[in-house]
């Protein structure tokens, strides 16, 4: 087990357009599976989006609002981020 110190992430996004969660599965014995993430204004766009992505290897095709996901990181955000795409007024 890492010794590292694991964060929650709470700093919003730049980008004010819904994230969503994309979960499938190949087939019906195998569990969901993290394929990646779309932005989209509604669920209806995100589906889309999704299916377009990766439906042709899905049995199976879960959205969920990244809002409503924890989001936990061992690594400074900080750090991570390139110069100056730090949010306005997180410049300490």
């Known amino acids: 087990m890492s010794n590292t110190r694991r964060m929650r ?3 919003p996004r730049g ?3 819904p994230e969503w ?3 499938l599965r190949s ?3 195998e569990p969901l599976r993290h394929v990646g993430s779309v932005s989209a204004p ?3 766009v995100a589906h889309e989006q999704a299916s377009s992505l990766f439906e042709w290897t899905a049995e199976t095709l879960w959205l969920c609002r990244a809002d409503d996901v924890a989001r936990f ?3 400074s955000l ?3 981020a390139p ?3 730090v949010p306005e007024g997180d410049e300490s």
Do not use: I, P, W
Request: proline share 0%; net charge negative; hydrophobic share 25%.
């Open 73 to 75: 990181t061992d690594r």
């Open 42 to 44: 509604t669920e209806e």
């Open 83 to 85: 110069a100056g795409d």
């Open 9 to 11: 992430v709470s700093e």
């Open 27 to 29: 087939d019906g014995e």
């Open 78 to 80: 900080e750090a991570a």
């Open 15 to 17: 980008d004010t357009t």
């Open 21 to 23: 969660e994309v979960f």
